[in-house]
Nanobody
Framework: QVQLVESGGGLVQAGGSLRLSCAAS????????MAWFCHAPGKDREFVVG???????YYAESGKGRFTVSRDNAKNAVSLQMNSLKPEDTAVYYC?????????????????WGQGTQVTVSS
């Protein structure tokens, strides 16, 4: 089992940047595929980016070219660098984990979630 805690959200103007962090505790962080999701008011929770145990990351179209995810197994952490933020990026961002190698974009495939961190982008 793994416990996840996000941090780094806040209020930023359009065009600005934020760096979200996800700290994991528990066993064998390296055995989990990780992902970030976002949940905006009135919308479903959406996949943002996935980081597999091994291999390439997978970005949703909305974040390609603007967001960069990184994973540090030695520190049990995943971070999400968000640049060129837009008002439509406003949402609660969640870190999620699933045991196994690969990344999937379906939220129901992730049994472990953090509490979320609010990102608000003003126009």
């Amino acid at each position: 089992q793994v416990q996840l805690v996000e941090s780094g959200g806040g209020l930023v103007q359009a065009g600005g940047s934020l760096r979200l962090s996800c700290a994991a505790s528990g066993r064998a962080f390296s055995l989990y595929a990780m992902a970030w999701f976002c949940h905006a008011p009135g919308k479903d929770r959406e996949f943002v980016v996935g980081v597999p145990r091994i291999g390439s990351t997978y970005y949703a179209e909305s974040g390609k070219g603007r967001f960069t995810v990184s994973r540090d197994n030695a520190k049990n952490a995943v971070s999400l660098q968000m640049n060129s933020l837009k008002p439509e990026d406003t949402a609660v961002y969640y870190c999620a984990a699933r045991p196994g190698f690969g990344v999937v974009s379906t939220r129901n495939e992730y049994p472990y979630w953090g509490q979320g961190t609010q990102v608000t982008v003003s126009s």
